[in-house]
Structure formats: C-alpha cells, structure tokens
C-alpha cells in the first residue's frame, strides 16, 4: 500500500501542486475581495453619515441665525408684524430640520443593525428640544404680534441654545460612527467641529449682543459673564479650527478660506462687550447681526468646503476599492479555474486505487478485533491474526476459499445456521448480531462471539466486498477484569495505588457515619530511603520498595486495605480497629521493617517507618481532611527521631501547628495564581564613605481580606512543602520589571534579593532566575543575592558550586543571619560571598554584653582578612550604631534608618539615599 501510495502521489505531484496554488489564490483573492467591498460599503456608510451630519450643521447655522435676530427683536419691545426676514429664515429652520428627519431616517436601518447605539438615544433626545423650542418661538410670536406675556432673553436664549447642543451631540456621535477611515477624513471631521463650535459660541454672543443692543440697555453681570465666556470660547475654538487646518494647506480652496477668516483684523465682539457695560453700544442691533452673521457664514463655508474635500475624497477611495474589488474576484475566478482542472485530473488517478484502499482502511480500523474480509462473490481476501486463531484457519489456507467453509456461525442451540455475510452482501447494508452466536472452528471447537458485517464499496457506490469484525466474548470478560485490576493496582508493588485507596477512604467514612464503628488511617512514610536511591539507584530504591511491600502486606489482616501512595509514602486502612489497637498493630508492623536488611552490590541498607494515626469514626471529616490529620502526625512522628508513631488528637497544638502549615500550602499556592505578593525595601547604610549603598528587598502576602501577611507566618510552610522555588521566581520577575528606573536613578545603589536554600541548590533553577534578570537588561553587578547561612550549610557542597558560578557572571552574594550557626567561622572560608550580614540578636545585645561585642568583633576582624564586607542588622538607636562604627563594621541595617516600605512608593516618590558622614 505504502508503494502505491508514494507512485499515486509521484505520478499527480504536478497536478497537486497546481491545485494546491490555485487554492491558496482563491483564498488570498477572496480575502482581498472580501476586505475591498467591505471598504467600499464602510465609504458609502460613511458618505450617508456624512450627509446627515452636513444637514445638522445647516439647521445649526439656520437656528442661530434665527436665534441673533429674533433676540434682536425681543430686546426692541415694539409690537408688530413678524418681519418677512424673519418669517424667511424661519421657514429655512423648520426646512434644514424636516431635511435632517429625512436624512436620519435614510440611515437608521443601518445604524440599527448594530443594536442599540448612542445615536439612537441622541436623535430621541434632539425631539424634546424640538418641541420646547417650537413652544418658545409661540410665545415670542405673541409677543411680539400682540404685546403678550414677555418672553425673557434668558429662556428664549436657554431653549435655543439647548436645541443647538443637542444637535452637536448628535452630530459628534455621528462623526464617531464613521470611523475616520482614513488620517485625512479624520483632520477633516476634526476641522468640521472645531468650526461648527466656532460658529455656535459666535452665534451665542450674537444673540446675547443683539438684544441688549436692540433695548440699549446696560447688560446685567450674569449675561455679561455668560458673553464674555462665549467670547473666550469663540477665540479658543478659532485657534483650535487654524491648528486642525494646518496639516490641509495643500488644499486651494480650504487655504483661501482660511486666509480670508485669518485676515480679519477688527473685533466687533470685543468693542460690543466693552460697551454692554454702560449700555452705549457702537452698533445697533441690525448692524450687529449683520456684521457676525457675515462672519459666522464665513465659517460655514469653510465647513461647506470641507465637507466637498471629503465627499471627494470617499468618492476617490470608492473608485479605487471598486477595481480592486474587479481584479481580486478576477484572480478568484483564475484560482477556481486551476484547482478545478487540476483536481480533476487527480480524481481520476485516484479512482484506480479507490477499492483497493478502502478495503484496506476498513480492516485497518478493526484490527484490535478478529477480522475477515471478502469480495463481492464471497472468496475469502483477508484474516487477520486474531481471526485466525479463533477459526483456525492459516491466510494462506483460507485465502481464496468461500467464506461458508471457514466461518461457520450457529445459533446457542446449533438449531440453524446464521450467514450474516450473505445478507450483507444481498442487503447492501450492514448486520449486527444479537447475542447467542457461537462460532465453530476447523478442530469443531465452539466459542462464543460478538459479530457485525459491513459492505465495502468502490469509489461510485457499488458493492465491492464485506468485512466481518467479531470477537470473543470470553477475552472480553478476561480482559475486563485484567483492566480493572491494573486501573486499581500500583504497577512496582502490585498493592493498591491512590485512586483505589481514596475510594476506599470514602467509603469506609461513610461507613463509619452510618454504623458508628471505629477505624483507623495508617499515613506511613519510610525513613532514610532517600540514601537507598542515592547510593544504590532507583532501580535498588524500587527492588526495596517491593521486599518492604511484600513484608507489610505479610503483617495485615486481609479484610485492611494497604496502598502506596506515591515515592516511599504508604496508607493503611485498619478496619473495625481503634487507634490504640491500631498502635499494637502498626508497631509490630515498624519492628518488622525495622529489621529488614537489603544487601546491594556490597552494601547493606536498613529503613525504618515514621507512622501517623487517625481514627475514623461517625463525626469524622471529609477523606482530605482526614489524610491531612494523618500526614501531620507522622511528620510529627518523623521530628522525634524518625521509628515513631504518632496518633492525632485535635488537643494537641503541634499537630495543629503542622495542619496549620498545610492549610498554609493552599493559601500561598492561590496567592501565586492571583498575584498577591507584595514587595517591600529597607535601606542598609554604608557606614564607610567609598561603598555603595544596597536595598534588600522584603516580601509579604496580601489575604483576601487585604491584610498584609508577614513572611514568618507563610515562609516556613512554603520551605517545607517546596513552594519556595515558585515564590522566588515570583519575586525575580517582579523585581526585574520594576528596577529600571531606579537602577538609572540611583547608578551605585546594589539590590538584595533573598533566595531560599532550595533554589540556590538546584541549577536550572538558578539559571531561569538569571535569564528573567538579563531579559530585562538589568547589569548582575547591581543584584546581590542573599542566603541564610542554614540554608547554604544544608547543601553546602552544591551551594558553594553554584555560588560560585554566579559570581563568575558578576552576581553578588550575601551571607544572611550569620552567627546563628555553630560553626559559621568555618563555612565562611568555603562561601564565595561578598557580604556577611551579622545575626541581629547579637547586634542587639551589644551595648550591654561583652560577649556579643566580642563576637561582633571577631566576625569583622576575619571578614576583614577575607576581604569580606559586614552588615550588622537590627540598627535601632544611636547607641548601637556608635559602637558598629567602633568595631569597624562596614554596613548597618534597622529601624533607626527606616523601616520598610513598599517598592511602589519609591517609583511613585523617589528617596534619597542617606550617605555616610
């Protein structure tokens, strides 16, 4: 098959090839199509916004102008007819309003198909203001008509002014929608409200000039403010409109306009607000309005134009996304044209093989069962192994032969034979057994079976053949019983693994609850098994694992449940035994192990057991909390001196302690996930003046409630359940991306980051923390790491390795709570660090204890010959700091030069860095 297989695809690779990049130039044609008519249609959406926005801008134009001379009128009192002027403009307002209606109804199907929109809450608030003004402009026709109510200049100005700003919502939502498809539609939807502004706040002061000048009245000091800061705000919008339109020069028509509205040199508004004081106004209303409105219509003819520019520019764009659009659908219908041919071609190279592949897909796919396959008159193709041996017939026997002598299949009662082979073929159709079939094999054996046929067919349908697939139920069941037991079983010691004993665990709770008898869970950990795999290897560590399996299963009753939980962890479940009775059993079963003796390539190991108890009875917790209430009495029982037993009690507040500790483990895990970790700083002061100044770096954990956490409340839960590791990469990632600003602030300053033990001792860990410093450019000479002295004694060999290349790539090191050891002195030779920061209980003592002065002094003296700076911690008063200065220690750190803050506080305000006198 292989060999026809590599001649098909050698023989097509042309025909391949050709369709394979007609496909790829379809989809690339149809993806260029596709985003060129969604161009086209995003043009035309933004060339029927940019309609209703330029009729907003008319009926804004035409509400001001309406505004300025009926304020004019209103401020002369004199009764009449409404002049024809102002019936002609009002005509155009109610017209450019009707036309915005139209405008926005033409647009509104498009804009609803984005689901509720701010345009749409805009356009229903534009109708109230409508009517309010079509309310106020009755009353000043009665006004005026008539010599009715008055209409004050303030609410006429009010509602007119509110219409005008509902109106310039509306159109800012508009300009928004249309995306600024491009940097010249934007400058240009820019330049169109910073003129529709302009031309509002110079529309306000016209109609607050023209009434007071047409009255010839002083203006009051509220109007006069509200004047003058739509004077401001004409001005102000005036330099914005000529900064928008600078980047336009190129553009004549904008340009001349421009120039006309620069060019303007007189300032009408301004002499008109000087005299709005006295009421001696240099203009008279009508020549007022005259005068701005010339000028405001100066600025929407600018608007006008731009407006063109725009239009012109989306007709441009339109043109251009069009042949675009034509030669894209062009290569779409040159790629189809290819694929297809060559397809073609390929489809009839493939039919040859059609039959013969899928007969052999088919057996394939069913080989884990018995299969046989034969073709369209019954003659035997194929057996697979398995088939073979059930019917007994060799491939070579039976190849060729009819299917009827080599399969033979009866009923339960051998009362008929059945051929579902027959009705297969007949039926064109697949057949399913039912169960009570037993197949008879060449020696006349009877097995009984699962059977199903399937037809095979050609490439057109037509029946080629059928494949029989059954198996033996027999192995079936075998089988299902060999994976049960696997999937409860541990594959080195063939006892029950963990899956299996926390179901058990469940169920003997539950059955504690229900009964009220007592059990016992049995938490074994082994002792000094670690040696066993060092020195003799895993596979000795797994042969010993066995023997003391085989030795404990030895020591249980058959009715207990003993599992291994994982590495050299064991669980016992004691059933209908209390703790006491099961401390009687669990000692025998620890002096039996204790004597084990396991000899291996000349040399002899011996384990022993630490054991924690905990009783299960009718108020006892859910399977977890149990677990975690006997792993915490056998570390218990692992403290005193390993061959112990421990039995839990909730009275006892060690073992509180120790299930305190792991509740921690859960606590810091989702603190990590959640990022709540905090970073804290404390100065160490150089007390000579030639060194650099360090900042140690604390950590604190913040709690869901917000509480910070100090670190010795989780840091001992952390080291001894693993999770430092991960703490520490949290505190070198966030360090490295905060530093680098204060690194460039301070270019002496040294930080101190803590490290634990566990990290320090394992290489690749070290390695991925140093990666995360250079990836973010941070120099190594300026990152100190500091070690607790126990930490870097506990594995001092590896330690001192790793120290030292790190040093090499210009780290610094630092040796943390030096002196607490017994035999520091002696360390410290073989410790490539720089620094060594004294234990603070003797720095505390030192002004009243000889001995601490002595040992404070003896450390400086030989951390001198080593050529070693010292740290003294716990700096609290000037007493202590006094006496540091005498026995020349070089560094000082404590409360009384600052107690820690957070990293934050330091970006957001800097602190100086106090140098030594």
């Given at each position: 098959?292989?060999?026809?297989?590599?001649?098909?695809?050698?023989?097509?690779?042309?025909?391949?090839?050709?369709?394979?990049?007609?496909?790829?130039?379809?989809?690339?044609?149809?993806?260029?199509?596709?985003?060129?008519?969604?161009?086209?249609?995003?043009?035309?959406?933004t060339k029927r916004i940019n309609g209703v926005v330029d009729a907003l801008l008319a009926a804004a134009d035409a509400q001001a102008r309406e505004r300025g001379l009926t304020s004019a009128l209103i401020g002369s009192r004199s009764p009449g007819q409404i002049p024809d002027e102002l019936a002609a403009l009002r005509a155009e307002v109610d017209a450019n309003w009707q036309h915005v209606n139209t405008q926005l109804e033409m647009v509104a199907t498009e804009l609803a198909e984005n689901g509720p929109n701010a345009i749409a809450a805009r356009t229903r608030e534009l109708q109230p203001a409508l009517d309010a003004f079509a309310e106020i402009r009755a009353r000043v026709d009665r006004q005026l008509t008539s010599g009715g109510e008055q209409v004050s200049m303030k609410r006429w100005f009010e509602a007119t002014t509110e219409l005008n700003a509902?109106?310039?919502?509306?159109?800012?939502?508009?300009?928004?929608a249309?995306?600024?498809?491009?940097?010249?539609?934007?400058?240009?939807?820019?330049?169109?409200?910073?003129?529709?502004?302009?031309?509002?706040?110079?529309?306000?002061?016209?109609?607050?000039?023209?009434?007071?000048?047409?009255?010839?009245?002083?203006?009051?000091?509220?109007?006069?403010?509200?004047?003058?800061?739509?004077?401001?705000?004409?001005?102000?919008?005036?330099?914005?409109?000529?900064?928008?339109?600078?980047?336009?020069?190129?553009?004549?028509?904008?340009?001349?306009?421009?120039?006309?509205?620069?060019?303007?040199?007189?300032?009408?508004?301004?002499?008109?607000?000087?005299?709005a004081v006295s009421g001696d106004y240099p203009l008279t209303a009508d020549q007022w309005y005259q005068v701005t409105t010339r000028r405001i219509n100066q600025i929407f003819a600018l608007i006008s134009t731009a407006s063109a520019m725009a239009i012109e520019h989306l007709r441009e764009r339109a043109h251009q996304n069009q042949v675009k659009l034509l030669i894209y659908l062009l290569l779409a219908a040159i790629a189809v044209a290819l694929a297809m041919l060559s397809l073609r071609r390929v489809h009839t190279n493939a039919e040859l093989l059609f039959f013969e592949n899928e007969m052999r897909e088919t057996i394939l796919q069913s080989v884990a069962d018995a299969v046989i396959a034969v073709d369209e008159n019954g003659l035997i193709r194929y057996l697979n192994p398995i088939a073979q041996d059930l019917t007994g017939w060799t491939l070579a026997e039976a190849q060729g032969q009819h299917y009827s002598k080599v399969f033979q299949l009866y009923n339960r009662l051998h009362t008929s034979m059945t051929d579902p082979i027959a009705t297969c073929i007949e039926h064109n159709m697949v057949i399913v057994l039912s169960e009570g079939h037993v197949l008879i094999n060449r020696e006349g054996a009877e097995t009984a079976i699962d059977d199903s046929c399937a037809p095979i067919r050609n490439a057109n349908g037509e029946l080629g053949g059928a494949v029989v697939v059954f198996s033996s139920k027999e192995r079936e069941r075998n089988s299902d019983r060999i994976l049960t037991y696997h999937a409860t079983r541990d594959a080195l010691t063939d006892l029950y693994n963990r899956r299996a004993f926390e179901r058990q665990l469940r169920e003997l709770i539950e059955h504690a609850r229900t009964t009220g008898d007592c059990h016992t869970l049995a938490f074994i950990d082994l002792d000094n098994f670690k040696a066993v795999n060092d020195t003799g290897g895993h596979t000795a560590g797994d042969q010993m694992l066995r023997q003391i399996a085989f030795l404990m299963r030895r020591h249980v009753r058959d009715t207990d449940v003993l599992a291994r939980l994982g590495g050299d962890e064991f669980g016992l479940l004691l059933k209908k035994?209390?703790?006491?009775?099961?401390?009687?059993?669990?000692?025998?079963?620890?002096?039996?192990?204790?004597?084990?003796?396991?000899?291996?390539?000349?040399?002899?190991?011996?384990?022993?057991?630490?054991?924690?108890?905990?009783?299960?009875?009718?108020?006892?917790?859910?399977?977890?909390?149990?677990?975690?209430?006997?792993?915490?009495?056998?570390?218990?029982?692992?403290?005193?001196?390993?061959?112990?037993?421990?039995?839990?009690?909730?009275?006892?507040?060690?073992?509180?302690?120790?299930?305190?500790?792991?509740?921690?483990?859960?606590?810091?895990?989702?603190?990590?996930?959640?990022?709540?970790?905090?970073?804290?700083?404390?100065?160490?002061?150089?007390?000579?003046?030639?060194?650099?100044?360090?900042?140690?770096?604390?950590?604190?954990?913040?709690?869901?409630?917000?509480?910070?956490?100090?670190?010795?409340?989780?840091?001992?839960?952390?080291?001894?359940?693993?999770?430092?590791?991960?703490?520490?990469?949290?505190?070198?990632?966030?360090?490295?991306?905060?530093?680098?600003?204060?690194?460039?602030?301070?270019?002496?300053?040294?930080?101190?980051?803590?490290?634990?033990?566990?990290?320090?001792?394992?290489?690749?860990?070290?390695?991925?923390?140093?990666?995360?410093?250079?990836?973010?450019?941070?120099?190594?000479?300026?990152?100190?790491?500091?070690v607790t002295e126990t930490a870097a004694v506990a594995n001092l060999e590896t330690t001192a390795a790793l120290m030292q290349h790190l040093r090499h790539q210009g780290f610094h090191f630092a040796l943390d709570d030096f002196g607490a050891g017994l035999s520091s002195l002696t360390y410290l030779k073989n410790l490539p660090v720089e620094m060594v920061k004294i234990d603070g209980t003797f720095v505390r003592r030192l002004p009243d204890d000889p001995v601490a002065a002595a040992m404070i002094e003896a450390i400086g003296n030989i951390a001198g010959l080593m050529e070693i700076c010292t740290c003294a911690e716990f700096v609290e008063n000037e007493t202590i700091l006094d006496r540091l200065r005498e026995l020349n220690i070089d560094y000082g750190q404590g409360y009384f030069f600052g107690r820690p803050f957070p990293l934050s506080e330091w970006s957001k305000s800097p602190k100086e860095l106090v140098s030594p006198e």
């Open positions: 098959m292989q060999k026809q297989l590599r001649s098909f695809l050698t023989g097509n690779l042309i025909n391949l090839s050709v369709a394979l990049a007609g496909l790829i130039l379809l989809v690339f044609g149809l993806t260029l199509g596709q985003n060129a008519w969604q161009s086209t249609r995003d043009i035309s959406h509902r109106a310039a919502a509306l159109r800012l939502e508009l300009m928004l249309t995306g600024a498809p491009d940097e010249l539609m934007r400058i240009n939807l820019l330049i169109r409200e910073n003129a529709a502004r302009l031309a509002e706040n110079a529309g306000q002061l016209r109609g607050l000039l023209a009434y007071y000048a047409a009255s010839g009245e002083p203006m009051p000091d509220d109007q006069l403010e509200m004047a003058h800061f739509a004077y401001r705000l004409a001005h102000s919008n005036r330099s914005e409109l000529m900064v928008s339109t600078s980047e336009l020069d190129g553009y004549p028509p904008l340009a001349q306009q421009l120039a006309s509205l620069d060019g303007q040199t007189s300032d009408p508004g301004a002499q008109m607000l000087a005299a035994c209390n703790g006491k009775q099961a401390f009687h059993v669990v000692g025998k079963l620890l002096e039996a192990v204790r004597e084990l003796r396991f000899p291996w390539n000349g040399n002899t190991f011996q384990v022993g057991m630490s054991v924690g108890l905990v009783e299960i009875a009718e108020d006892s917790p859910v399977p977890d909390e149990v677990v975690r209430e006997a792993d915490a009495a056998c570390y218990a029982a692992k403290e005193k001196g390993r061959n112990h037993i421990q039995l839990y009690s909730p009275e006892n507040t060690e073992l509180t302690r120790r299930q305190g500790q792991m509740q921690w483990v859960s606590r810091i895990t989702e603190a990590l996930d959640e990022n709540r970790f905090v970073l804290f700083c404390q100065e160490v002061r150089p007390l000579k003046k030639h060194l650099p100044p360090h900042l140690e770096l604390l950590l604190r954990m913040r709690d869901r409630d917000g509480e910070l956490i100090p670190p010795n409340a989780f840091i001992p839960a952390a080291e001894r359940h693993g999770i430092m590791p991960d703490i520490d990469r949290w505190v070198v990632e966030s360090v490295s991306r905060k530093i680098g600003p204060l690194l460039q602030r301070e270019p002496k300053l040294i930080i101190n980051i803590n490290l634990s033990g566990t990290t320090l001792s394992d290489p690749d860990a070290t390695d991925h923390l140093t990666d995360i410093i250079r990836q973010h450019g941070i120099p190594p000479a300026r990152i100190c790491f500091e």
